[in-house]
């Protein structure tokens, strides 16, 4: 075979730059029908990996911006060739778990407050660390990213019980973490090559990476509350089976309890009221019973979100939605129907 056939083969991926660090462009697809927690039935392997793939999609953006920050000035070949193949498959790696926390999200899994959180966490370090900084916290991580991914490699039986419609999203991401490993690390070498710069920074970078690691998988197991819950969620309670019918509209008798003016005013505001069911499915309930989100109707309205709108009154579009969405309380389609018409 000629290196021209070889070349126009479709089999063979073009090349998108001159080294061995090609980005693979997936587009996973994940299956409603799988379990919420995909890894062994095990809720606390499920959560890590969630937790994990949490502070991919923004650490990862902010890893190509530290790295991009030094490309022009880069007079290696290879190593320009090297950063060109690292920044494409961190940026693909990004929207492929964008995908993944958006799927823990339908299963009821609160990804997007911690994804928020870590939003935050990194525009805060863009801000306040220097150039230099954020490429050595970046190194630092990709040493964490390049460990787990190497060992999850090296022991298939890591993987051992994970539903294998998940396995391809975590093989591919660790094969090119694993692949492009001392990028960051040889662009700093290349550019800032300080010693106390990149350890102290791995220092801070080890006690932050374990502690956020512990505290998002806590902000996820959390799971239900004002802010995660929408209108017309199922959920399955050991047997039973409950629809998310409307808010709890505090009434003024906690004012009075607790002798505090307003009270009640003031859970309304922040969305804490808690919410009403409607039963779907009878049955039992017992204590330990895993809590299993079977459907969500619409992700735009959660509680705290409705809360908001029959408080402000601001959001005309959003009331008039509500005021259609027939899995709401009537009461409550009613009251938005009403800040519609007041609108007019
Ligand atoms: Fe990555
Ligand atoms: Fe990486």
Partial sequence: MTSKAVATSPKTPKKLNNSDIQPRKMDFSFDPAMPRYWFDDDQF????????????????????????????????????????????????????????????ESKGVPTGKVDEFVNRGMRFMAKHLSPQRQLAKTCAL????????????????????????????????????????????????????SYWVRTSEMAFTTVEFISFTIFHYYQL????????????DIWKFGDVELQVSAPRAPCSKISQRFNIPNLDRFVGE????????????????HVGDEVTLLHREDDTVNIHTLMQCAHTKADKALAGKLAQLTVLDDEWREKCAKIVLKAR
């Fill in 270 to 285: 922040r969305g804490i009221t808690g919410w009403y069911y409607r039963v779907i499915k009878t049955g039992a309930i």
């Fill in 142 to 193: 990709e040493h964490f990213t390049a460990m787990l991914a190497e060992l999850m490699l090296e022991h298939p039986d890591f993987f051992k019980g994970m539903d294998e419609r998940m396995l391809p999203l975590w093989l591919w991401h660790a094969v090119e973490e694993s692949e492009h490993k001392a990028v960051a690390f040889d662009v700093y070498q290349d550019q800032v090559d």
């Fill in 221 to 232: 197991r959390k799971g239900m509350d004002d802010a995660t819950v929408y209108i017309g």
């Fill in 45 to 104: 392997k499920t959560i890590l990996l969630t937790a994990l793939s949490c502070t991919f999609p923004e650490g990862e953006r902010f890893f190509v911006r530290s790295v991009r920050h030094y490309q022009k000035q880069i007079q290696d070949p290879l190593l320009r060739e090297q950063v060109k193949g690292f920044i494409g498959q961190e940026a693909h790696h990004g929207n492929e778990h964008d995908a993944f926390n958006h799927f823990m």
